[in-house]
Every structure is written in C-alpha cells, then in structure tokens.
C-alpha cells in the first residue's frame, strides 16, 4: 500500500456523532485524497490537498471537512455523521517529492464506516 | 454527469479467456487512463496507465488498446486465470490541472472460473 496508513479501519457510530478518520503517509506524497466507495457509484473525490494547508473540495464534499497540518498526515472530518455517509472511506497520495509525476496515484487500506 | 462510462459491470470468463473491460470517455482534456484492480477488502491497486498519443500498452498479460478518436480505451486480461478476479476500474485524469483528480468509471467485476 505504498506506505499508506488509515485508522480505524472499522468504525460504528451513531448518527449525529462527530467522527475522524486519519491517513498516514511516510512517502513524501505532495497529494493526498480523500474518497468513498458506494457500490453503483465507484470512487468518488471528497477532498484533496496539494500541500500542508492547503486544500479543496471534490465532487461530493458536502457534510466533510479536511486538514493538512503536516505531509505525513490527512484528517477526514463528519462533523456531524448521517447514514448516508456509511461507506467505505479510502485515502489516496500522489507525487512524490522530487519526482515530477503526480498523476500515478496510490491507495490506502480503507476504513469501513457505519453510521447507525 | 458521469465524464468516465465502463462497462460491462460484470463480468465472467472460463480459466484462460481473454476479458475485455471498456470504457469510453467525453472530456478531451483527459491526457492520462490508469486502470486500477481492487481485491474484496483492500484499496484499488494500480495495474497499468496509458497516454494518449499511444495506441496500445502491454504490461505481462494486460493490455490497453486507446482509440483517441472514438474516445475510448480498453484493458485485456490474456490467458486470463483465477487470481484475476477482482473489480477493475477505469479513470482518467487532467495532467497539470492543478488538482490530479481522478475521475472514475464505476467498476467492472470479474470473475474467472477455473
């Protein structure tokens, strides 16, 4: 997994109930992604960044919000979680440092959420 | 509106067939076509990417074969075998858009009987 890391990778929650999820990278990725999987829609951009603080919206970013305080790290924010956001959540990095192609991208584990 | 159409969505092949998985695309922008393989319970894996000034690339028994023209690209599975089953996704991307977003097909699921 390209040295990707996400935690938790399964999470129970109920609906309202603020939740966090974390991507790790010890690639040196300048990109990081945020996306989720639903089955009929396939993967869908949440959110990226293309920097420590510095951040945008994806296609379906409505009820999420994002940080970047350092390379390494991308927190995934449901301020306040719906059923509608029980998914499989993925992080994705791209554009190592140094090498000039940013378009390969590599994909974390996932994290399954459900939101009761 | 979808900009990356795949199909089929599923897909089943006897040991050793040739799969061949489709996607077609609207927006001329795109410049880069990964395609990516997902195992149940992992993250997407990429298997193989083409440009489009290149009509085919073959990577082992995978091949895509891109139609600039017609707008479409294509992957292949030779001798295809039991370990290859998985959904494959296609996607595309705008290089140097500033955002290297990927815009995903929604998956084609194959399955290989022995």
């Known amino acids: 997994d390209a040295g990707i890391t996400q935690s938790p990778r399964h999470k129970v929650t109920e609906t309202g109930t603020p939740v966090t999820l974390r991507c790790h990278q010890t690639e040196n990725h300048r990109y990081m992604y945020w996306y989720r999987q639903d089955p009929g829609h396939g993967l869908r951009l949440i959110h990226y960044s293309y920097g420590v603080k510095d951040t945008d919206k994806g296609e379906v970013s409505d009820g999420y919000s994002v940080s970047r305080s350092k390379t390494e790290d991308f927190l995934l924010t449901l301020e306040s979680a719906t059923s509608s956001q029980t998914s499989v959540y993925f992080c994705a990095i791209s554009g190592r440092q140094g090498s000039g192609s940013y378009n390969e991208q590599f994909f974390g584990p996932g994290t399954r959420l459900t939101v009761l | 509106q979808q900009q990356v159409k795949q199909s089929p969505q599923s897909l089943i092949v006897q040991k050793g067939g040739i799969p061949i998985i489709n996607c077609a695309y609207e927006n001329t922008a795109f410049d880069y076509f990964p395609w990516y393989q997902q195992f149940p319970g992992k993250g997407p894996a990429l298997l193989i990417a083409?440009?489009?000034?290149?009509s085919e690339k073959k990577e082992g028994r995978f091949t895509i074969s891109f139609n600039k023209s017609a707008k479409q690209f294509s992957l292949h599975i030779m001798d295809s075998q039991p370990g290859d089953s998985a959904t494959y996704f296609c996607?595309?991307?705008?290089?140097?858009?500033?955002?290297?977003?990927?815009?995903f097909g929604k998956g084609t699921k194959l399955s290989v009987i022995p």
């Open positions: 083409i440009r489009p000034d290149v």
């Open positions: 996607a595309a991307i705008i290089s140097g858009a500033g955002s290297y977003q990927l815009t």
